[in-house]
């Protein structure tokens, strides 16, 4: 076990724990959540071809990153104070539900990024086939925003901007994932038929995603 925690880069209990207090991670997550937030709302009027502005829109997407920042601050005290698995499953559960109000309405196309290049970048005891697959599908949606980028301000330093908000904004995100997606260091781990159907289920969005910017 001790083997594997350190190939998924998770303390052990007899390792020394250099990290801030639990008050103070959850703390950074929330602010660092809410700033998250107030950056991906000014990069969404950037990109956008009829920017608006209301503050019921402003404040439901800062929220809904402050709820992502504090959760996944929840997961990474968790792992550093519980080795019990049905506990940090738990807030593991509580870590993938946070992640749910990024998907809403537009944010929905980048679903797959986030989850796909979350698992590519924490799952680092996969095969590196199955984490290049995941770094594909990661990529699909940034292309088609990056193709409407171009279609709507053509190549530009407007569509640059965009390019690199998006890139900046949705690594940040990946990287945030990475308390809730990595693996514990129990050595226990879900079927291969569960990974299968997920990753099934994973392209079955990719897919329709595409063919709704296709037909629409």
């Known amino acids: ?18 990290t801030l207090p639990p008050i103070l991670m959850i703390a950074a997550g929330l602010f660092g959540g809410a700033l998250l937030g107030i950056i991906a709302r000014a990069w969404m009027r950037l990109i956008s071809d009829d920017p608006q502005f209301t503050w019921g829109g402003t404040i439901f997407i800062v929220g809904g990153f402050t709820v992502f920042g504090f959760t996944q601050s929840l997961v990474a005290v968790a792992r550093r104070r ?35 290049g979350g698992l590519a970048k924490a799952r680092v005891e996969w095969n590196t086939i199955a ?3 995941a770094l594909v599908v990661a990529a699909i949606p940034v292309v088609i925003v990056s193709s409407q980028l171009v279609g709507s301000f053509g190549w530009s ?13 949705y690594s940040t ?3 945030a994932t990475r308390f809730t997606l990595t693996a514990q260091a129990d050595g226990w781990r879900v079927k291969r038929w569960v990974k299968i159907t997920l990753v099934v289920l994973l392209g079955l969005l990719v897919l329709r ?7 629409g």
């Open 1 to 18: 076990m001790t083997d594997l925690a350190d190939k998924l880069n998770i303390p052990t209990q007899d390792a020394p724990r250099k």
């Open 82 to 116: 519980q080795r019990r698995r049905w506990t940090l499953t738990i807030v593991r559960v509580v870590g993938t539900i946070g992640m749910l109000p990024l998907f809403v309405g537009a944010g929905s196309l980048m679903l797959p990024t986030v989850v796909a």
């Open 131 to 133: 984490r290049w697959i």
């Open 157 to 169: 330093l407007h569509t640059a901007a965009g390019f690199v908000g998006l890139i900046a904004l």
């Open 173 to 175: 995100i990946v990287g």
């Open 209 to 215: 995603l595409i063919a709704g910017i296709i037909l």
